[in-house]
């Protein structure tokens, strides 16, 4: 596609349910990365994908949270048993070849709500 | 891991003024140092980024420099327009991702 398309933009929850968030990245982009961003605060990692590596999952807050990519392409995050603290807007980001070689490209993110 | 320290967190400049945002890193072995533009509930999008091998690169109005033995870098904007107005973020290489830094909201009065 032309960016990096997220889905559901908006997502209200109740606490302890379970939410999963999709991101589909930039055609033939290997990079694929998770970041989540609470209200006026920065970007904090959650977890990076690199073609058929292991991914990097030292940013993920707690074993509720976990992320899979299927077919080197779309990635979901699946957050079970949400808490308040969990409501944030999650962004996810492809690059070409990894941050080394190239820009990050983000997309529009999705906003989780727990109430 | 990487550290990426950014201040101020706000800065508010008169249109036409500079604008200067620092940052400070952790890792010696960083070498990439991109800088990010998020407009009010936009994503954020790479507006200049720098290498390890140079001090310095511009960019119109935009320009950002590179202190590689002080472990710190920052980005300056020249004649500030209230379209300027944002949440500028910086960050560095960490094993493969970039580490941001908290952000720094600019508001440009006219």
């Known amino acids: 596609g032309a960016g990096v398309s997220q889905s559901p933009s908006n997502k209200v929850t109740e606490k302890g349910k379970d939410v999963e968030l999709r991101c589909d990245p930039i055609s033939g982009h290997t990079a694929l990365y998770w970041y989540r961003q609470s209200l006026g605060q920065g970007l904090e990692f959650l977890i990076y994908f690199q073609g058929n590596s292991a991914p990097d999952k030292s940013g993920l807050p707690s074993d509720r949270f976990s992320a899979e990519r299927t077919g080197g392409s779309v990635s979901t995050l699946t957050i079970q048993r949400t808490q308040q603290e969990d409501s944030a807007v999650y962004l996810c980001?492809?690059?070409?070849?990894?941050?080394?070689?190239?820009?990050?490209?983000f997309g529009e993110g999705s906003r989780l709500t727990v109430l | 891991g990487e550290n990426v320290e950014q201040h101020p967190s706000t800065l508010s400049v008169q249109e036409g003024d500079s604008a200067v945002i620092k940052c400070t890193y952790s890792d010696s072995a960083s070498n990439y140092f991109p800088w990010y533009k998020q407009e009010l509930g936009k994503r954020p999008q790479l507006i200049i980024d720098?290498?390890?091998?140079?001090g310095e690169k511009k960019d119109q109005r935009i320009a950002v420099t590179l202190n590689k033995t002080a472990k710190h870098f920052s980005l300056h904007i020249t004649e500030t327009q209230p379209e300027d107005s944002a949440v500028y973020f910086c960050?560095?290489?960490?094993?493969?991702?970039?580490?941001f830094g908290t952000g720094t909201r600019l508001l440009v009065s006219p």
């Open positions: 720098i290498r390890s091998n140079v």
């Open positions: 980001a492809s690059s070409l070849n990894g941050v080394n070689t190239g820009e990050l490209f």
């Open positions: 960050a560095a290489i960490g094993f493969q991702k970039l580490v």
